[in-house]
């Protein structure tokens, strides 16, 4: 199993000092150096690519001054006509990714010089309540991922163990969980009613262009199924 995620210093806006997450967080580092901050911490004179590097090692709760809930940039395409969209909505808990994937577009994207998770879960609930009551006779897709893996820091959050409860009254929501972690031991107890699944983005190992596309597919598909969770679980169907 992956080794949690352990920053080396933790930064607590006072807005979330009442927060389960913050609570979460705070019981699984007990040895990391904590500061509670009115607003962003101070960042560093770092170049730039410097800075990406250590912002990974920089955990700030915060709340999140925004909306959590937002349309995928489909469903806000100005070609509609010309675009069939799959109308996900996605879920921005966390900003920025403790991975550090070369291939990854946060590597470029993201320029915040910390590691940000959004503790204010109260209006989390509340715009996803909001969102799945107004469309009770639609399959709601949501998800969580865009700008950071949805599981990686889940051990010290505690995000997940609180989602899946609420979402498990609402019939109409399949909510998304997209990792290449293997961190899911702490949600085995749970039961989403099938209102939740995980889902894992997957490397295939190098292939040499010379063998051709048929020798890629024979190296790729081991690969994957050597990756998988090899266990049966009946509240679990994608693990």
Known sequence: MAQPYRPRHVWIDRQVLGSPITANVLRQLPGVPTTVVDGPPPVPRLPQAALMSVSKKQLYLTAQKGRFVRP????????PAQQLCCHYT?????????????YCYLQSYVNAPYLT??????????????????????????????????LSLDPLTGFSRLLIPFLRQFPNVLFELKTKSDLV????????????????SLNPPPVDPARGAQDGLAGGAPARRAALPRRRLPHWPAL
């Open 72 to 79: 995928c940039p489909g469903m806000t395409s100005r070609r």
């Open 90 to 102: 996605i879920v921005d808990l966390i900003y920025n990714c403790n991975y550090d994937c070369t």
């Open 117 to 150: 998770v959004y503790a204010n879960v109260e209006q989390l609930f509340a715009e996803l309540a909001a969102l799945l009551r107004a469309q009770p006779h639609r399959l709601v897709r949501l998800g969580s991922g865009e700008f950071s893996d949805s």
């Open 185 to 200: 031991d702490h949600l085995l107890d749970l039961d989403p009613q099938g209102r939740v699944l995980v889902s894992w």
